[in-house]
């Protein structure tokens, strides 16, 4: 690379940003990210100053943007985290349903956005149960009097990480409800998408059969409370547990949906072609049709890691972006962890991103003489074109 523009290739910034704000999310705790976060922020601005003149200034930036992301993102943590000094007290809130309710025997489950505390703090997302409770709808004000406490997890090497699990969903505090009344206010538009999903929900329990409910449920909603253990016991002698898990697949499957109905318009002449090329409307509708089908199946993280490839792969090219797909890979794994740098501590975002990678290894093309990793990975056949 020229000298006179010490600058790092994308695919290579990328990846440091990447690795840097994985490493800080892994590694150190709290006290640790809140302490370095000014520091930080201060170098970075010092750096930004100063990039013109050093080539090792355009390599540190990448490693502190990483970072940073991850130090802002315990310091937000720190500071909308429940008050120790509402732990195991009964307390009274005010807010709305905000997910879909999960019924378990007597015990419903959901998600509740708390507004306002008596005391008149704020709280966010909380997690509730309620014994006996009554019909509930997503969007509905209650005033609720619960008893809440903060998400504690093993701290094992290799147990499951139900404190980072619970945060990435957004979730400040768990609790039970032990008792509420319905307010008499509007529902608020933000869940008018929600509404939508109980809809559907309760239209596919009055339409489909028993036994295939939940699965209809799971793979339009996301919901996969009404699938029983006899299923989950054959998906899991099978090994088609992920089809039931809303990802890639889905979100891929229902982008070429949209590219396939926008290419036959497109042949019947319904789209005015001589204003928008045909690229850029199949494009725009696999985005359109992948971003609706993620809202319907809850937004969930391994769905917003497949929405985010989905965009990077259509409209890389649609904004000038002539990138191998290795650095789209990289963009959508970047992007991924600069919205939520607790998502290297899923398994199923090394399951998502490792088998993209693999994917990508063994059918993307090339145009140079392949090196010995490929010949033997690769059929000596095969000749796709590079994407």
């Known amino acids: 690379m020229d000298n006179t523009h010490p ?5 290579t910034g990328l990846l440091i940003f990447a690795l840097s704000s994985g490493f800080v999310s892994l590694f150190f705790d709290l006290s640790v990210l ?3 976060s000014l520091p930080l922020f201060i170098l970075l601005l010092w750096i930004l100053s100063f990039a013109n003149g050093s080539r090792a200034c355009w390599w540190l930036l990448p490693i502190l943007v990483g970072s940073l992301t991850s130090s802002l993102y315990a310091t937000h943590y720190a500071f909308t985290r429940l008050d120790n000094s509402v732990q195991g007290k009964d ?3 005010k807010g709305e349903v905000a997910s879909l309710p999960v ?13 306002q505390l008596e005391s008149g703090g704020q709280i966010g997302r909380i997690r509730l149960s309620w014994h006996g409770a009554p019909d509930l709808k997503v969007g509905e004000p209650w005033a609720l009097t619960v008893r809440l406490r903060l998400p504690h997890g093993f701290s094992s090497s290799g147990a499951f990480d139900y404190e980072a699990w619970i945060l990435r969903q957004g979730i400040q505090a ?4 032990k008792s509420g009344s319905i307010l008499n206010e509007p529902i608020p538009w933000g869940y008018c998408i929600h509404q939508l999903r109980e809809h559907l929900r309760q239209w596919l329990w009055f339409t ?13 909603l996301g919901d996969k409370s009404a699938i029983s253990a006899e299923q989950w016991n054959v998906f899991n002698q099978t090994g088609t547990t992920h089809l ?6 889905h979100i891929g499957l229902m982008a070429w949906l949209g590219l396939s109905l926008a290419a036959i318009l497109g042949k019947l002449g319904v789209i005015p072609l001589r204003r928008l090329p045909l690229p850029m409307i199949k494009a725009l509708t696999g985005v359109l049709f992948a971003f609706c089908y993620a809202l319907l199946a809850g937004f969930s993280v391994p769905v917003q890691r497949a929405l985010v490839m989905t965009f990077a792969a259509l ?19 970047a992007t991924v962890l600069a919205f939520d740098p607790l998502a290297i501590t899923s398994n199923g975002f090394w399951y998502s991103f490792i088998a993209v990678l693999a994917l990508l290894f063994g059918m993307v093309g090339r145009r140079e003489k392949p090196g010995w990793r490929v010949k033997v990975f690769k059929p000596r056949n095969y000749s796709a074109p590079f994407i």
């Open 208 to 220: 489909v059969s028993n036994a295939n409910r939940g699965l209809f449920t799971a793979l339009l």
């Open 91 to 93: 307390i009274d809130i």
């Open 244 to 249: 039931m898990v809303i990802s890639g697949l």
């Open 34 to 36: 809140l302490s370095i």
């Open 315 to 333: 409209l890389s090219p649609l904004m000038g972006i002539r990138a191998s797909p290795i650095t789209l890979w990289l963009l959508a794994l």
């Open 7 to 11: 600058t790092i290739k994308p695919a």
């Open 174 to 177: 768990t609790g039970y409800v």
């Open 103 to 115: 019924i378990t025997g007597k015990v419903t489950r959901f998600d509740f956005d708390a507004s």
